[in-house]
């Protein structure tokens, strides 16, 4: 996911908004506001803008109450959960770790579609309500007409709701539907991997699905509910892709995990790296260290204790006449900067700190002195060790 910006901490949980989202607002805020010029010819283009803004926000708040159930859930399960972020497909709840079980698994995935339609339900029943008796219905049109703003805006929340939560059953894992599918899995065959392989597998096909509906409404297919035309088709186009490729990326995710499951950093760590001490100058670290090795990242070490890491993107920012007068304390990440593990800490948690900071390597400590470095390249080594898999994939799944 791209970069975004915070806007807020509910119940201690951060509310994040990737760039994406607002393309989103944009989009629903138009799209309404042309839809009400329609149906409200009286509203004039003050209203029907306001109103279509006002919407889309709500549209956002509906979302977030629908990722706030499925995080509060979580959490009370005991899952850490990192954040809330709101983009492009609606939101995610960046949970730390796998449910402990197939029944946490499915409270937590199921909560949220329940809270979409139990939002839209109560929503549409009070549009309904205010709005009374609409007379002649053989012209619907006509019946939305005479709506007000407030039930318009009502009943519009309401009925979007209620989409989001059949949307969401979708049985395409990663998608709240397809956790539901892999929790009766789980407990069915006792196995995490082997229910996601499933659960995975049938989120590919009916991506695929999607993808081939898409591409058929573009050549003119009529579907019921999602009519037909280039843009309903590539729209649906989209969405299949984006499944299908979230799917394969949550299977690779989870085999990760389970292949790293219960071994320390100290197994994969690389003990005695190269150091260097911070009154060296910049020249005598490329000259004598840096290009004799192929590490990217120095420890810097000042009587025995760890002072900070040195890069070659550091030495990068000095200009070739200042490497003599440059010494590397100048330029390191002083040490209190720096995200370190422990030789005993659990290598999935020193891989999400490697992935979270986005950095190629972390300093492992012990009783205050360095005992190692833990290098992506080295999680990855011991990945391709340990699993039969394609390596060349899972690297972009490291991000590496
Ligand atoms: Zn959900």
Request: aromatic share 8%; proline share 5%.
């Amino acid at each position: 996911m791209g970069s975004g910006f915070r806007i807020g901490r509910l119940f201690g949980i951060n509310i994040n908004i990737d760039w994406s989202w607002l393309l989103i607002l944009v989009l629903v805020t138009w799209n309404l506001s042309a839809v009400f010029g329609q149906t409200h010819g009286d509203w004039g283009a003050a209203l029907s803008w306001g109103v279509a803004f006002i919407a889309a926000l709500l549209f956002f708040a509906s979302v977030l109450a629908h990722e706030l159930a499925h995080s509060l859930v979580a959490r009370a399960r005991g899952m850490p959960v990192r954040n809330i972020t709101l983009f492009l497909f609606g939101g995610v709840s960046n949970i730390e770790r796998e449910p402990p079980s197939a029944g946490g698994e499915f409270l937590m995935a199921i909560v949220g579609p329940l809270t979409s339609v139990v939002i839209g339900l109560v929503l549409t029943v009070a549009g309904g309500a205010a709005a009374g008796p609409l007379g002649d219905l053989s012209d619907p049109g006509q019946a939305i007409g005479q709506l007000g703003p407030v039930t318009t805006l009502v009943l519009w929340l309401g009925s979007v709701n209620i989409l989001v939560g059949l949307f969401n059953m979708i049985p395409a894992f990663p998608l709240d539907g397809g956790r539901v599918l892999r929790s009766f899995f789980w407990a069915a065959s006792g196995n995490l991997r082997q229910a996601t392989r499933w659960a995975s597998w049938i989120g590919q096909g009916v991506a695929w699905l999607l993808i081939l509906v898409g591409i058929s409404m573009v050549f003119g297919l009529q579907v019921p509910l999602l009519g037909s035309g280039p843009i309903s088709g590539l729209w649906l186009v989209f969405i299949g892709w984006f499944l299908n490729s979230s799917a394969s990326q949550s299977y690779r995710q989870v085999v990760i995990q389970d292949v790293l499951e219960g071994i320390p950093v100290s197994r994969m760590m690389r003990r005695n790296p190269p150091t260097v001490t911070p009154g060296l100058s910049v020249s005598s670290l490329v000259h004598d260290t840096v290009m004799q090795s192929d590490d990217h990242a120095f420890p810097v070490l000042e009587g025995g204790r760890l002072a900070g890491l040195v890069c070659l993107h550091d030495v990068r920012a000095v200009s070739r006449e200042a490497w003599e007068t440059t010494t590397v304390r100048e330029i390191m990440t002083p040490a209190e900067e720096l995200v370190t593990v422990t030789p005993d800490e659990q290598a999935v948690e020193a891989l999400h700190k490697l992935q979270q900071r986005d950095v190629r390597q972390l300093p492992v400590i012990e009783d205050g002195s360095l005992a190692g470095l833990l290098r992506r390249q080295d999680v990855i080594k011991y990945l391709r060790l340990e699993q039969d898999m394609d390596v060349g994939r899972q690297r972009s799944e490291i991000g590496d």
